[in-house]
């Protein structure tokens, strides 16, 4: 898929992701990359900036193997903030869809 | 690779950005990592999912970036609510803003140094500053013989307080002339300076010569061949003078040289 694309969409799954349970890295990056292709590498430092926006929190929790692990939460900002995108991304995709359905019944 | 390698060479790429920054990234990578392993990937599997390290550390250091930033915006935004608490700090403020200020005019001169002077050998500063001063004094002098000729008038002409009165505001037209014409040679050094960075009559004073002398008189050539003649007469004094400023101030050195050894 274009990495334009992919881009765009990233911020948005992380957060959906995030959203609908607390979650630590590499589970992360098994959902998200179940939905969007991307390089694992390149997830970590979009955690790490939306962080710092205040769009998650991190926290320490024990694991049943192994030592405790960063957990992240989605803040409240954070919410606010998906919904303002979610809604953003179905407009936009709704109408790049009408547009190309438009195409299909011209010709 | 295997981890610890990675771990070292992405460390490595990213030592512009903060240490504890880095520590915590690397921990969690390395979370990621063996997390993978215990999923069933080996750990050579493991580091190619992240791809090439350098668009890795590229990418890091863009994310870190944007927080940077956020982190210069917060304090501000701090110091801004604090003084609206607290208006006795305006006062701390106007210091502040009075720094910056100075800070901002040391930068200037600063960056005026490196830019227009920095390439130039202390004997052509002193030559500048010699053209400078005689720029300055030259132009009193005209300036100084108009002023005592009109007095002279207004003795004749006026008498008593009236006099003194007259005399005190044509001094003051004097001087407003002569700042005047002093900030105008500080421009055309500027400009001089800037358009040809070399320390010579001609190219400090041809231009604002030229616009002075109008520029119907462009290819004027008695205009030239004056300027050029004051330019070399010029010239020489002042490299003269400037060569033995420079003798002096070998030979100072010399001596706070040999003095030093002497102490040794």
Redesign the interface.
């Known amino acids: 898929m274009n990495t334009q694309f992919k881009k765009g969409v990233l911020e948005l799954v992380v957060m959906e992701v995030v959203s609908r349970h607390d979650i630590?890295?590499?589970?992360l990056?098994k959902q998200v990359c179940e939905v969007v292709h991307v390089?694992?590498?390149?997830i970590?430092?979009?955690l790490?900036?939306m962080t710092?926006?205040e769009y998650f929190e991190t926290y320490l929790k024990e694991s049943s193997?192994?030592?405790s692990?960063?957990y992240y939460r989605i803040t409240v900002k954070g919410l606010e903030q998906l919904i303002e995108l979610k809604k953003e991304w179905l407009e936009f995709s709704y109408s790049v869809n009408q547009f190309f359905k438009e195409g299909i019944k011209d010709e | 690779m295997n981890k610890e390698t990675f771990i070292a060479n992405l460390r490595s790429k990213l030592n512009t950005l903060d240490a504890k920054e880095v520590d915590d990234?690397m921990?969690?990578?390395s979370?990621?990592i063996?997390?993978?392993i215990?999923?069933g990937a080996t750990e050579e599997e493991a580091i190619e999912?992240?791809?090439n390290i350098d668009?890795?550390a590229y990418?890091?250091i863009?994310?870190?970036k944007?927080?940077k930033e956020?982190?210069v915006q917060t304090p501000k935004k701090e110091t801004s609510s604090q003084s609206n608490i607290a208006p006795k700090q305006s006062s701390s403020n106007v210091i502040d803003m009075l720094i910056e200020f100075i800070q901002k005019c040391f930068d200037y001169i600063g960056n005026f140094y490196h830019d227009y002077l920095s390439h130039l050998t202390t004997g052509e500063i002193i030559k500048l500053l010699i053209i400078f001063i005689l720029a300055i004094t030259l132009i009193r002098i005209p300036l100084a013989l108009i002023q005592f000729f009109i007095i002279f008038i207004i003795d004749f002409v006026t008498l008593g307080t009236i006099q003194g009165l007259v005399e005190f505001i044509v001094g003051i037209i004097f001087n407003i002339v002569y700042l005047i014409s002093i900030v105008v040679i500080s421009i055309s050094f500027y400009k001089g300076l800037r358009d040809k960075g070399d320390v010579d009559f001609s190219t400090l004073f041809k231009s604002p010569f030229k616009y002075f002398s109008g520029k119907k008189d462009e290819n004027d050539q008695s205009t030239n061949d004056t300027i050029d003649m004051v330019n070399d007469t010029i010239n020489t004094t002042v490299t003269t003078a400037s060569k033995a400023i420079e003798d002096i101030i070998a030979k100072a050195k010399e001596r706070t040289a040999n003095k030093a050894e002497k102490g040794e």
């Open positions: 630590y890295g590499y589970e990056v390089n694992e590498g390149t970590y430092p979009l790490k900036r710092n926006e193997e192994g030592p692990r960063k | 990234m921990a969690e990578y979370e990621y063996d997390d993978k215990n999923d999912g992240f791809g668009d890795l990418e890091i863009d994310a870190y944007v927080d956020e982190t």
